[in-house]
């Protein structure tokens, strides 16, 4: 028996694909049924770990098993190439942003290679490849034109490490996205795409979107955030300030609390702030202070309550004899509503938190259910419960929702305000300030002011004789001599280039369309686009639910209006995939160590560990998402070198429900090259020839049986993202194999296991690709078996012999019993009435009737 050699068997399968192009895409005309697989295309950091194998062995399973489905089937791959941490190496090291990213991307794209991965290689780009970027510069100035884009000044997050903007969606928990550093406001002048103009849309779409996980439907609805409520003026008690004779704008979703009003408050940002600030240094300094603070909605919640009292009043709109203190708090956001608010801290925590601290009214407006409206008070916590109305003049009595819709109609009917709908979402600042990323195609001219680069100068190329100094951060074009320089295309004077480049979320918000037809002369082959989109199945981290996967809804919404694509939605079908994870370790000078220089042992259940090579003491950490930062990655290379590939690819599928985060273990990766092994074993102790079926041979009919439903079963885990359960089917069919062994079987049985081999190499194929082929070639079979069709169960085979019927008494159920299917009505009511369990239930009493529906149920009448 040959022992099965992984090293020399996937490099030789790899090859014969390679040589036969199986996985060029079929042109559109193509008649199948197509089915475009995608998983989120990877950044191009230099190498790639087991979560990288996880995820595109996952996109790999689905695209082989439509292949042999029949489907014409688009599996493209990519390179998410732009970004920061190509800048910042450049800085490190002393090289060249393109040079590192395309040296990266060949070192990748093999690591990819040697996966197997079903992938149409001749549509591979790069998104910092001119040929891409200056197509995405055509549909941006396209935008523009409609008025989708523009330019003004506001206020912004800074990440003073990386020394850029960032939109709202990339700050996380205050801090950068990818720098980690807390992020600052300042006011800069951006350019910006019109997002909120599609709030509605993007909303109204999540319903249409039946194939995405519910948590990342609710998390981008959630952070669009449509509320509907008041937006209202407060007329100034006195003299009003400069310029703010109209009074002080505020928007509420809690007008049915206006009674409850104590105070008035405005964002450290808003105009009016900086206004009362400029001669007053002890206020600019805690607006700058307030500035550092963190910028999400969490930061925000959980940071200590600041504030300043401005000393204006505004008078309230349904009471004049009342009059309200203005104040400045950094609590407020500037980009939510008006930047202004009405206070009312017995029903808003942070109202309250911050009404607490500088010992502000709390007047309690809204009566819980069954609570005496003489006693009720508010303690630590706001009461933002049901209730109705007390304490408010003419809304006392009523339900909160009423009392919403009164107040509106009292305001709009003193000519103050007016219903309005406002959105969390804020319009997306696409402005960066560095190099390494598209750049914005845009002229400065103090003549003619911003003009668009005409359409025959595209694409706008970064200049390649760029300086990167440490000490010199920021955006090296700034700094450039003569790129930047350059003429006005509308009155021929000097101008200057833009030097912010494009947001990468820019980059990955089309890639998908561009896929159709990557050599397309135009931004999109709208006719390929038609065919392929929307992308039936991506997959990719649940991580991008709001950044990529928000922008690129956007973006193609943009560019249907645009006529550039047909569809509304790019994903029909979305799957967020676990995190491959691994122990972190650190040295005794605190030092990320990587598993490959760690030796772990257990002595008594304590677990202890050194380095490899020195024997110094290793600190075991937390199990973690394998990062490159905590240096707790594996290298797929020296795994491959151990057990195949293959034997990775089964692992990181079978250890558990792809939705799950999988810790890597040596040990697992080691249960699945058995597997691999053993699987090989049958297939190769199979003799050749062909063999006559016997209906009466038990164990040939009973291994049939199984390979049969084994179809069923491997169909459904891979059709429901359930790769896990399939893999533990064939992993007990292995069994059933065994149970029937070549050596010394009957005709019947060889022609059964010849049968059923032919099942199990398709079935393995999109698992385990190359074992699957090396399988195939040893039963003789025709082609390659990545060509061969999806096996079809035999109905008869694949029926279950046995049914399990509960039996019900009295309209309980009581019992259950098992018996063959389709058995006759009278013998199954036999085997019930001398079921044990239903026997101790008839004690006593007589049975009146037993009605037996076949195949499902038993039902006992008696009393």
């Known amino acids: 028996m040959a022992r099965y050699n992984p090293k020399d068997t996937e490099p030789k399968w790899r090859d014969a694909w390679a040589k036969a192009d199986v996985f060029r895409t079929a042109d559109i005309s193509d008649a199948r049924p197509k089915y475009y697989v995608l998983e989120m295309f990877p950044y191009p950091s230099g190498r790639i770990h087991m979560g990288h194998v996880r995820n595109y062995a996952m996109g790999d399973v689905v695209a082989r098993y439509k292949r ?77 034109q409609r008025g989708l884009v523009y330019r ?24 950068g996205w990818r720098s980690g550093a807390p992020v600052e406001k300042r006011k800069l002048t951006q350019w910006f795409l019109r997002i909120t103009d599609y709030a509605d849309a993007l909303i109204e779409g999540l319903k249409t979107l039946d194939r995405w996980p519910e948590k990342v439907r609710i998390m981008q609805e959630n952070w669009i955030a449509r509320s509907k409520g008041l937006r209202f003026t407060f007329k100034f008690d006195g003299a009003a300030p400069a310029g703010h004779d109209a009074g002080l704008e505020v928007y509420t979703t809690r007008p049915d609390t206006l009674f409850g009003a104590s105070f008035v408050g405005i964002a450290p940002e808003h105009p009016l702030a900086d206004q009362l600030a400029a001669g007053n240094p002890e206020l600019q300094a805690f ?24 000393g204006l009043r505004v008078v309230h709109p349904l009471d004049p004899t009342i009059t309200l203190p203005v104040w400045i708090a950094n609590f407020i956001l500037m980009d939510y509503g008006t930047g202004a608010i009405f206070a009312c801290p017995a029903h808003d925590q942070r109202d309250l938190d911050f009404a607490r601290k500088y010992d502000l009214p709390v007047l309690p407006v809204v009566l819980p259910p069954g609570e005496d409206p003489a006693s009720f008070e508010i303690g630590k916590e706001a009461y933002v419960g049901p209730g109705s109305i007390y304490k408010s003049s003419f809304l006392d009595g009523l339900d909160i929702e009423s009392a919403k819709s009164e107040a509106i109609a009292r305001i709009e009917a003193q000519d103050q305000g007016q219903g309005a709908t ?52 920021g955006n090296p074009l700034v700094r450039h001599p003569t790129w930047k320089h350059t003429t006005c295309p509308s009155c021929g004077g000097a101008a200057q280039r833009e030097t912010d480049t494009l947001d990468t979320f820019m980059d990955s918000s089309w890639y998908f369309a561009r896929f159709a037809n990557p050599e397309a002369a135009e931004c999109i082959d709208k006719a390929a686009a038609d065919h392929w989109m929307p992308v039936d199945q991506y997959i990719g981290g649940v991580e991008h639910a709001i950044l990529h996967l928000l922008y690129a809804r956007f973006i193609t919404r943009a560019l249907k209006d645009e006529g550039l694509v047909s569809v509304e939605e790019p994903f029909a079908g979305l ?110 102790s199979q003799p050749a020839g062909d063999f006559a079926h016997d209906p009466a041979d038990e164990m040939a009919l009973a291994l049939r049986k199984s390979a049969h439903k084994l179809i069923g079963f491997v169909t ?41 081999l032919h099942i199990l190499a398709r079935l393995v194929a999109p698992f385990t690709p190359h074992l699957a082929e090396e399988a195939w070639a040893s039963l003789g079979a025709e082609g390659l078996v990545v060509d061969a069709p999806w096996p079809i169960a035999d109905a008869a085979l694949a029926a279950d012999d046995e049914r399990t019927l509960p039996i019900q008494i009295n309209g309980k159920r009581r019992g259950e019993i098992k018996v063959k299917a389709g058995l006759a009505e009278a013998e199954v009511e036999k085997i019930a009435l001398a079921d044990p369990a239903v026997l101790a239930h008839l004690e006593g009493v007589t049975v009146r009737k037993v009605i037996v529906v076949k195949d499902r149920i038993v039902n006992i009448v008696a009393n």
């Not at 003004?152 to 801090?175: R, Y």
Request: hydrophobic share 40%; charged share 25%; aromatic share 10%.
């Open 575 to 684: 799957f967020t995939q676990g995190m491959v994870t691994h122990e972190a370790y650190k040295n005794t000078a605190g030092e990320w160590v990587e598993p490959s220089d760690v030796v772990v042992t257990a002595e008594n259940n304590i677990r202890t560990a050194k380095h490899a090579t020195t024997g110094e003491p290793i600190t075991i950490g937390d199990i973690e998402k394998m990062s490159k930062s905590k240096k707790n990655v594996v290298a797929p290379e020296d795994i491959f070198d151990a057990y195949g590939v293959d034997a990775a690819r089964l692992f990181v599928m079978s250890d558990s429900p792809p939705e799950r985060d999988v810790q890597w273990t040596n040990s697992g990766v080691e249960g699945s090259w058995r597997f691999t092994h053993r699987l090989w074993n049958e297939f190769d």
């Open 422 to 473: 406002v959105y969390r979402l804020r319009d997306w600042g696409v402005s960066r300030q560095r190099y390494w990323g598209c750049p914005i195609p845009i002229i400065h001219c103090e003549a003619c002011g911003p003009v668009p680069v005409p359409e025959d100068q595209l694409p706008v190329v970064l200049p390649d004789d760029v300086i990167f100094e440490a000490d010199k951060p």
């Open 716 to 756: 459904d885990s891979i059709e429901g993202f359930r790769f896990n359960s399939g893999v533990a089917r064939l992993y007990e069919f292995l069994n059933a194999l065994k149970a029937a062994p070549a050596e010394g079987a009957t005709p019947a049985v060889l022609a059964a296991r010849k049968e059923a």
């Open 287 to 310: 607006i700058a202070e307030c500035r550092k603070g963190g910028t999400s909605e969490a930061d925000i919640e959980g940071a200590e309550k600041l504030g300043r009292d401005t």
């Open 152 to 175: 003004k000044e506001a206020s912004v997050n800074w990440d003073p490490v990386d020394m850029t903007v960032l939109a709202n969606e990339q700050v996380i928990d205050g801090k």
């Open 68 to 144: 042999a489905q029949g489907f014409s089937v688009l599996h493209p791959m990519g390179w998410d190439a732009f970004g920061m941490p190509a800048e910042n190496a450049a800085m490190e090291r002393g090289v060249h942003p393109k040079g590192w990213t395309y040296d990266n991307i060949a070192a990748m794209r093999e690591q990819l290679k040697a996966l197997g991965l079903s992938i149409d290689w001749s549509r591979e780009f790069a998104t910092c490849d001119p040929e891409y970027y200056g197509k995405q510069q055509a549909w941006f100035l396209k935008l523009l």
